[in-house]
């Protein structure tokens, strides 16, 4: 970040160390405060803008593959079934494992 010496005017690119042209420290707490106050803008608008991007990538994703298969709520609860089955039986031969391998 660019910044102005506030003893001199030079500017330099850092915040924590001190001028080159005359060693004094960095510029102002307001300059630096309202570059800060800058930077989080547009941080934030960025942040907004990419949300909206990948909105509209995933809304036209979705009408480029209308044949995208989707589970019914039916084939979601079983599949949600089938893996904690899964996590039970791992869960007791891990257990098993750890009792007779002792």
Same mark, same amino acid.
């Given at each position: 970040?660019? @910044?102005?010496?506030?003893? #001199?005017? &030079?500017?330099? $690119? *850092?915040?924590? +160390? &001190? #001028?080159?042209?005359?060693?004094? *420290?960095?510029? +102002? $707490?307001k300059e630096i405060e309202d570059k800060k106050a800058l930077d989080a803008q !547009? /941080?934030?608008?960025?942040?907004? /803008?990419?949300?909206?991007?990948l909105k509209r990538q995933v809304e036209e994703w979705d009408r480029e593959h209308?044949?995208?298969?989707? /589970? &019914?709520?039916?084939? /979601? *609860?079983? !599949?949600?079934?089938?893996?904690?089955? @899964?996590?039970?039986?791992? !869960?007791?031969?891990? @257990?098993? @494992?750890? !009792?007779?391998?002792?």
């Amino acid at each position: 970040m660019i @910044i102005h010496c506030e003893y #001199c005017g &030079t500017e330099y $690119n *850092s915040l924590k +160390g &001190t #001028c080159p042209h005359c060693g004094g *420290s960095p510029a +102002g $707490n307001k300059e630096i405060e309202d570059k800060k106050a800058l930077d989080a803008q !547009i /941080a934030e608008e960025e942040r907004k /803008a990419n949300g909206e991007m990948l909105k509209r990538q995933v809304e036209e994703w979705d009408r480029e593959h209308p044949e995208r298969y989707r /589970a &019914t709520p039916k084939q /979601a *609860s079983i !599949i949600k079934l089938v893996a904690l089955c @899964i996590v039970i039986v791992l !869960i007791v031969v891990g @257990i098993y @494992i750890g !009792i007779f391998l002792k």
